[in-house]
């Protein structure tokens, strides 16, 4: 199974990205995984900001509680990130990851991760 995100990029204080990360490879129960993002800054560790279940039961960090949205397309295997108003401390690389993970919100219990897209929001 491989993870391609994209979406990220440089937006003001206050602006607005859709990250996305596509699914290829694996069977076609997908949707049976848990999908999250999570984000590293620069020297920190890496942090959960979102995920999904296998329904559209959905967690946030309390960062991005009000401000993200997440949603998952599993006919397109696709999973999105809508930011809103967003901040300079969201800048980082953002990760999306699948599994089955017993706390959606630890790193540890995915299997599978994307690349990483960048977020850069200035200030």
């Known amino acids: 199974v491989q993870l391609q995100a994209s979406g990220g990029g440089l937006v003001q204080t206050g602006g607005s990205l859709r990250l996305s990360c596509e699914a290829s490879?694996?069977?076609?129960?997908?949707?049976?995984?848990?999908m999250g993002w999570f984000r590293q800054a620069p020297g920190k560790e890496r942090e959960f900001v979102a995920a999904?279940?296998?329904?559209?039961?959905?967690h946030y960090s309390d960062s991005a509680k009000d401000r993200f949205t997440i949603s998952r397309d599993n006919a397109k295997k696709t999973v999105y990130l809508q930011m809103n108003r967003l901040k300079p401390e969201d800048t980082a690389v953002y990760y999306c990851?699948?599994?089955?993970?017993?706390?959606?919100?630890?790193?540890?219990?995915?299997?599978?991760w994307g690349q990483g897209t960048q977020v850069t929001v200035s200030s």
């Open positions: 990851a699948r599994g089955s993970p017993i706390n959606v919100k630890i790193d540890g219990g995915y299997d599978y």
């Open positions: 490879g694996g069977i076609d129960t997908d949707s049976s995984y848990a």
């Open positions: 999904v279940g296998w329904g559209t039961n959905a």
